[in-house]
């Protein structure tokens, strides 16, 4: 009461020129409270066989997770997701991490939490036919993979060298043409499902795709992912995004096409300044996520409400601090935790992080992307809260 007594009486011009600053409309759009896609309840979970069991689609295809059924995959499961949210579709498709301790307890807390029935799919190829007997998928888009030396998530390279991002276009027009996204190398395999071949993407680049090829794609968000990885292609067709990658000027015109203050989902190559700045500038913001699977069943999971509250444990008391000159304070906290993928992944299992034998035996400051978890993955956010001691204490990124 004293503060807000003295200040006006101080500085009453500054004090009224906040007022009015405070009472003016905003001048730009504000983001929405829920940024992320949402996703509705289902009635069915399916679950594919552990990713690393997936096959070798032709002799130089790694499998697993990494390998060309992976990338088909994340497009079938983009398409199911997008019937659940577009059409009442009442099965998500859950690629399974069963050895990855984190994701097996994020698929049974998603089972779990939303009352979903596990459906066991072990034959991916099975999975397809079945879903293209039932009309969900129409055919395929074939693509080439960017099979240069350049390691995920580097920047891509310069004009001249080997880069091909025509499975960025494939995942683009996947959800408008109802299409799964094939290699070059794995097409035999799915012309003998009976598959057509909807598109060629092979010619096509990310230029073309804003050549007026975009209009079935959102701007409400985009995103950013390497042509290398699989990770978030589901999320990507299941929300009908645009798919671009690289700091340059096709980059550039994609963020300009969006809407004001549009999330970025997934993350970009190379320069960590120049990606982020680029972003900026266009006035969007980045969630770091481009390493998730799995995110359109985690987000249908609303968020727990008898949870306990988030730091309950562990309230400061400013006012109970002693303040006299000789008193000295110092907070421990783990600053870069506003990775999306990092509490989905390692984060809760890992023994340098909340696993570590010395948490909980003095206070540690967390930083968490509670709000994106909240959107996308409340199983995750409700084992951060029900797993915290009164030593713990999160903070937003």
Known sequence: MVLQRTIPALFPALFTAILVLGAAPPLHAQPPAHYWPEFPPAARMVVTADVDNLPKLFPEDPG???GAMMFTL???????ALEVRERNGDAYLWIDMDKNESWARWRDETLRLSGMARVDAPDPMALIREQAERGLVRGYILYRADTGERGMYEAPPGKGDEYNCSVNVATSLAAELGAVIVDERAESAFTALGLPRLKDARPLDEAWLLQGNDLSCSRSWIHLLDPKAPHMRDHAIASRS???????????RALRRLDLNAPVFGWN????YKA??????????????NWIF????????????????????????????DWDTESHFTAFVMSDGDNVQWSLGNFFDHRDYWRAPSRTTFPMGWT????????????ALAWLKRTASPNDYTLSF
Do not use: I, K, W
Request: hydrophobic share 35%; with cysteine.
């Open 276 to 289: 982020t700045s680029q972003l900026s500038r266009t006035g969007h913001y980045n969630t770091a996520s």
């Open 294 to 321: 799995n995110l359109p069943p985690l987000a249908s999971v609303p968020p727990v409400e008898d949870a306990p509250e988030l730091n309950h444990h562990s309230r400061p008391e400013p006012l109970a601090l």
């Open 368 to 379: 968490a992307p509670v709000f994106d978890l909240d959107q996308t993955a409340a199983p």
């Open 269 to 272: 190559g190379g320069d960590e």
């Open 74 to 80: 994340q497009s079938l499961a983009g398409l199911m």
């Open 242 to 252: 645009l798919c671009v990658f690289g700091v340059n000027d096709v980059t550039e």
């Open 64 to 66: 697993g997770g990494f």
